[in-house]
């Protein structure tokens, strides 16, 4: 995941950025992975990042060559699976989320760590985890499968 310059950024407060596309998941990218099996990307944060802000924003939806119906993405870091985003579901077969932002656990009042102002990173060897998890609760489908679908994550993160 690339930092963003400043022209890429323009007014925004975002720092940086990665897209995820259905061809990431292609056997010649991601390996076989069978029915039901979850994805993660992982993406180093660096000691002495402070994140404050995580969204999403879903392209196009995923699909399947099969029948497929659910696919969500979450994203955590190695303390909170779903520290930054719930479960938002991104299957065209589904009611798709186009945005998300700051709505997981860390972003609440008194959730985890209570870091609704943004979580500070101390220690070297922390990620970011974005899962995406198929078939949840509908028909049984490999990642393979995906024909189309493309989601792009930003995250302000200062580093101190």
């Given at each position: ?12 407060t ?8 259905f ?9 076989v ?16 990042a402070?994140?404050q ?6 392209n ?6 099969g ?11 190695d303390?909170?699976a ?14 798709e ?12 009042a ?9 979580k ?22 490999s ?18």
């Amino acid at each position: 995941m690339p930092q963003l310059t400043v022209n890429e950024a323009g007014s925004s407060t975002f720092t940086d950025a990665i897209t995820i596309d259905f061809t990431d998941f292609s056997v010649d990218n991601a390996g076989v992975l069978a029915d039901s099996a979850t994805k993660s990307f992982d993406y180093v944060i660096p000691q002495g990042a402070v994140v404050q802000k995580v969204a999403c924003k879903l392209n196009t939806a995923f699909d399947d060559s099969g029948a497929g119906s659910d696919l969500t993405i979450t994203i955590g870091d190695d303390d909170a699976a779903a520290g930054y985003i719930g479960a938002s579901q991104i299957h065209v077969d589904g009611t798709e989320v186009t945005y998300s932002y700051n709505d997981g656990s860390y972003f609440t009042a008194g959730g985890d760590a209570n870091t609704v102002n943004g979580k500070l990173y101390t220690a070297s060897g922390k990620e970011f985890k974005l899962l995406f998890t198929p078939d949840a609760t509908g028909t049984a489908y490999s990642l393979n499968e995906l024909t189309q679908g493309n989601i792009t994550v930003f995250i302000e993160m200062a580093r101190l």
